[in-house]
């Protein structure tokens, strides 16, 4: 059974700090890329940042580049989230997203995590 757990949200201050951490199961989680999404109240779930299976990265918003630094460990079947320098507009729930193509399927296969919710607020 595919399981993504995220931890490591709640409420910070701005200009604080937080990582978020997703455990992965149930699938050899060294062959997916790993990536971070975010989706704040009333508005779509956008990209965080990708770490793709081979550990190359890619940060996919302007405004988090410096800020946010994704990472994997693939002995702990887990990816992280570091965020630093937080500010109420990065206050959204993140999720966890595991995904591949399947060469032999002939598609792609996604996997979710529940979430973990980030509040920035004084």
């Known amino acids: 059974q595919v399981q993504l757990v995220e931890s490591g949200g709640g409420l910070v201050q701005p200009g604080g700090s937080l990582k978020l951490s997703c455990s992965a199961s149930?699938?050899?989680?060294?062959?997916?890329?790993m990536s971070w999404y975010r989706q704040a109240p009333g508005k779509e779930r956008e990209l965080v940042a990708t770490?793709?299976?081979?550990?190359?990265?890619?940060n996919y918003l302007d405004s988090m580049k410096g800020r946010f630094t994704i990472s994997r460990d693939n002995r702990k079947n887990t990816v992280y989230l570091q965020m630093n320098s937080l500010k109420p507009e990065d206050t959204a729930v993140y999720y966890c997203?595991?995904?591949?193509?399947?060469?032999?399927?002939?598609?792609?296969?996604?996997?979710w995590g529940q979430g973990t919710q980030v509040t920035v607020s004084s």
């Open positions: 997203n595991a995904a591949r193509f399947d060469y032999f399927l002939k598609r792609n296969l996604n996997y």
């Open positions: 149930g699938f050899t989680f060294s062959n997916y890329d």
């Open positions: 770490i793709t299976s081979a550990g190359g990265i890619r």
